[in-house]
């Protein structure tokens, strides 16, 4: 009888620790890229108002960076000269402390989203120079010195070279001239010269922009302005740019000596309606049934084709992740994804790393995989 005792308690405890024993954590994207890189997503202004809790478990689960998708452009901040709207910024950053998270600030320069009043006077006629000059001072500094110490880089300029390499014809360059991007850098230092400053443009794999950005940024370098790294916005199709193409910008790039930053990632699985690969925002095309077949759920091959693409993408950006501080999805989950309606609106598209039920998809976990065997730095 007491064998028998003994053995029947042999038995449950084992069975007890087998229950309380712990479980072998589930993967998450900051935990496996840990000693790489950031990772990053962007926020929607719902989002930030706890519209939306899904999606906020999700970013403090898996992403240790964040960006405002819209509420920190200069048409959101100051929609009037001199009448600044802080609340939808002061809920973000707020967001991000609470969290511990790295705080990127986009955008303080930008020829989209700009408010009516920036570029002309009472009377609706063109700014002189010194004027405008004085507006993005007055801008940069009140945004930048009320987040003084409190955001880790700001996104000085976006998007201000072409895809031929040349100054793309803004207002700024009209009235200022290209001299504005300067400014805008000695401005953003000035009112926090412990942030760490960016310049950030899509298309950067294209060889003629590539080396426009390059030119621009070493001439700043030269002068003495500080630039601290440039993002390479990964607005990618399933098939441009290629994985050699982005890696070749992504050396030339920080050869200069600063940090590159994978910025605004996703992956259309959607037919391009043009022959023109680029992520300019103001492009708008009509919807065709052609351009929307996965309007009931993504098919399986597509799927497999689109995580193989992450892959293949990530294996690159882990070779070089000694000089890429992040990476950054324009997103948290395909639902909530830009890609719906640019460059037509009301397609249903799947480019990011999580679908519209809050789950990773398969391939995601090959992924992290792939980071965890690679020896932090």
Known sequence: MKTVWISTAVILLAGLWSCSSPQPAEPVLKTAFNGKFLIGTALNTSQIAGQEPEAIELTRKHFNSVVAENCMKMENLQPNEGTFFWDEADAFISFAETNDMHVVGHTLVWHSQAPDWLFVDEAGNEVARDVLIERMRTHIQTVVGRYKGRVKGWDVVNETILDDGSWRDSKWVQIIGPEFVQLAFEFAHEADPEAELYYNDYSVATPAKRDGI????????????????????GHLTMTSPTVEEMEAAIQKLSSLGIQTMITELDITVLPWPSEQLTAEISLNYELEEQ???YVNGISENANRALMDRYSSFFEMFLRNHEVIDRVTFWGVHDGQSWRNYWPIRGRTDYPLLFDRNYKAKEGVAVIMEMAQQQQPI
């Not at 390059?214 to 916005?233: C, P």
């Open 214 to 233: 390059y030119n621009m940024l070493k001439d700043l370098i030269e002068k003495g302005v500080r630039v601290d790294a440039v993002g390479l916005q």
């Open 291 to 293: 351009y929307n077949p």
